[in-house]
Structures are given as structure tokens and as C-alpha cells.
């Protein structure tokens, strides 16, 4: 019993040493938006390599750490809200789970 209690604390642990910060997820979300733009840029038979896209994560880097971001930390994990425009004067909420130094959108962002 003892073992088990054991592992479990060590998990726990590991996962509250590796929750990602904010600046972590900046830099995430900086890659995500340049996958993104190559992403459409194929669907519209665009190619993806033409700069746009690394210019578009450039973009992305300087405007990410002012979003109003929303981090609710719950020692072993995180998960960051943002309100992203839509158009037409709507919002769209993304929410990410960070989690063991890693990112997963929850829903579709």
C-alpha cells in the first residue's frame, strides 16, 4: 500500500514540476498559429513556405503576451482561456490544457 501511495506522490510531482507557464504557452501558440497559417495556406493551394506564415507567427509573438489570456492553475495542470475574434464584432473562446509541458486545444480553436 505504502508502494502505491509512494508512485502516486511521485506522479503527482512530476506533474506539478512540469505544468507549463504562461510563457511556455506564448511560445506554443506561436508554432500553433504558424501551423495553422501553412494549414490554410494548403487548403487554398497556397504554398506554405512563401514567408507568410513565418511572418504571420512573427505577428503572432507580439500580440500572444498582450492577449487578455486567463490561466486557471490547478497545481498539476492549466488550462489558459482566450477570447479570439470571429468577425462581425463576435468572440470566440479557446480554451488549452497544459499539461507534463505540453498543450492540447479543447474543442476547436
Do not use: H
Request: charged share 20%; net charge neutral.
Amino acid at each position: 500500500m505504502t508502494r502505491v501511495l509512494l508512485v502516486v506522490a511521485v506522479v503527482l510531482a512530476l506533474f506539478v514540476v512540469t505544468n507549463p507557464s504562461r510563457a511556455e504557452f506564448n511560445t506554443w501558440a506561436q508554432t500553433w498559429v504558424v501551423k495553422k497559417l501553412e494549414e490554410e495556406a494548403l487548403k487554398e493551394g497556397r504554398d506554405p513556405r512563401d514567408g507568410s506564415s513565418q511572418f504571420g507567427g512573427a505577428l503572432a509573438g507580439l500580440i500572444i503576451p498582450a492577449l487578455p489570456i486567463e490561466r486557471r492553475n490547478f497545481l498539476a495542470f492549466s488550462i489558459y482561456s482566450l477570447k479570439l475574434p470571429e468577425g462581425n464584432g463576435r468572440e470566440k473562446t479557446c480554451s488549452v490544457l497544459g499539461v507534463v509541458g505540453q498543450f492540447v486545444p479543447l474543442g476547436e480553436c
